[in-house]
């Protein structure tokens, strides 16, 4: 009975090809788009942890107030290198330390300009974040110490002032410093963040704080911990150093943070899954509008064939056999619409993902997901119809017109 019903949906289906497709479009962009969504956030989630782990699994940072982002620092005063030298003398897990700060600047050379960051540190600091150097070299200890007006770039800036000529010994303006290029770093591209890691340039902590800023704040300290040591003991350590310096009483809260590289990683994949998990929501209505279009649709088919249905009860078939055969007919319409839509999805993911540049992660639970979901919106919005159909009289079809 279940293979008979199957066959009389397909016929109807094939004899009205372009109402059917219309009718499945619904569910083929909901089903698409859920897919679509949860495909790239699971790339973006990936490419976070990859990069994250592409600085190494010890990477802590320190900075002031109680939180990480924009305004971390409100109402807590920032880092002196005083506490950045208590750090790096008095917490022996520590491999490096490197204070950081940063300011947004014009840089200019001849020409050309470009709005960028300009960010003071030490030369601990490329070992810290994992960072290479391309061609030149990084500014050494005495450099460092003296604020000599050196810096390193990134290809970026490379490219928006200096084109393709070797940046080694060029002097570029950075605010109202200038300062001579040493050093190119290799390049890294966008973080999953969007922001480009390449747009920056570096120079020694000291000339940042007398020339640039005029301040001798540090706003973020970064270290890296000694192979084999245990990420929380370190933390504990610095929390409890950080403390004393900074005269908290026993009742207060910290007025720092101190995050290492899994919790930056859980609350950026956090972040992404949340958003994923929105998108996905806000996509999945039209999955409702679909299965309102499919009961719509085939409302007007049981009016269509009245007549026919009719016939089929006169001569002895059961209610619940025309019930099963329009519930079949509502479930393959939503199924071959879900069907579509995964195909569809897959391959705007796989295009997407090249041109967002995020990996393209194939998610097998969402896509059974979609289309299991697809076949249970055919059989909700296709009861009420099929149950019309199957409570029709006889007598009354017949006469229908």
């Known amino acids: 009975m279940l293979g008979n019903a199957l066959l009389l949906a397909l016929r109807e289906l094939r004899r009205n090809v372009m109402r059917s497709f219309l009718t499945m479009l619904g569910i083929i962009i909901g089903v698409a788009a859920v897919i679509i969504l949860v495909t790239l956030g699971g790339g973006a989630t990936q490419q976070v942890t990859e990069q994250i782990s592409s600085l190494g699994s010890n990477l802590m940072m320190i900075a002031p ?111 109202k410093v200038s300062c001579e290029v040493i050093g190119l770093l290799e390049a890294k591209g966008q973080s999953s963040m969007g922001q480009d890691q390449d747009d920056i340039i570096l120079v020694p902590l000291r000339t940042f704080q007398r020339r640039v800023v005029g301040n001798d704040n540090v706003s973020l300290i970064q270290v890296s911990v000694k192979e084999g040591v245990a990420t929380d003991k370190a933390k504990a350590d610095i929390g409890r150093l950080m403390r004393v310096r900074r005269r908290l009483a026993p009742d207060e809260e910290d007025n720092f943070s101190v995050m290492d590289l899994k919790e930056i990683a859980t609350m950026l994949t956090g972040t992404t899954q949340v958003l994923t998990g929105l998108l996905g929501a806000v996509a999945a209505v039209s999955l409702l509008v679909g299965g309102i279009g499919i009961m719509n649709i085939m409302l007007v088919s049981v009016t269509e064939r009245t007549r026919e249905i009719g016939t089929r009860l006169a001569i002895g078939a059961l209610e619940r056999e025309v019930l099963l055969q329009f519930l079949v007919e509502s ?71």
């Open 65 to 175: 107030g109680k939180r990480m982002g924009p305004g971390q620092g409100a109402g807590s005063a920032p880092f002196k290198m005083a506490d950045v030298e208590a750090v790096e003398r008095e917490i022996t897990s520590l491999r490096a330390v490197a204070p950081v700060s940063s300011s947004p600047v014009a840089a200019i050379f001849g020409n050309a300009n470009w709005s960028t960051t300009v960010t003071g540190t030490t030369e601990a600091y490329f070992d810290v974040v994992n960072r290479r150097i391309e061609a030149g070299r990084i500014f050494t200890q005495s450099e460092a110490r003296s604020g000599v007006a050196v810096c390193v770039i990134g290809d970026t800036i490379r490219g928006k002032l200096l084109g393709n000529q070797d940046p080694i010994g060029r002097k570029i303006r950075v605010g």
């Open 331 to 401: 479930v393959v319409l939503a199924s071959f619409g879900g069907l579509i839509g995964i195909i569809l999805a897959l391959g705007v993911s796989f295009g997407l993902a090249g041109v967002l540049q995020v990996p393209f992660v194939f998610n097998a639970p969402i896509v059974l997901v979609g289309f299991l979901f697809s076949g249970a919106i055919g059989v909700v919005f296709g009861y009420f119809p099929a149950r019309k159909a199957a409570r029709l009289d006889p007598i009354e079809a017949l006469r229908h017109e």
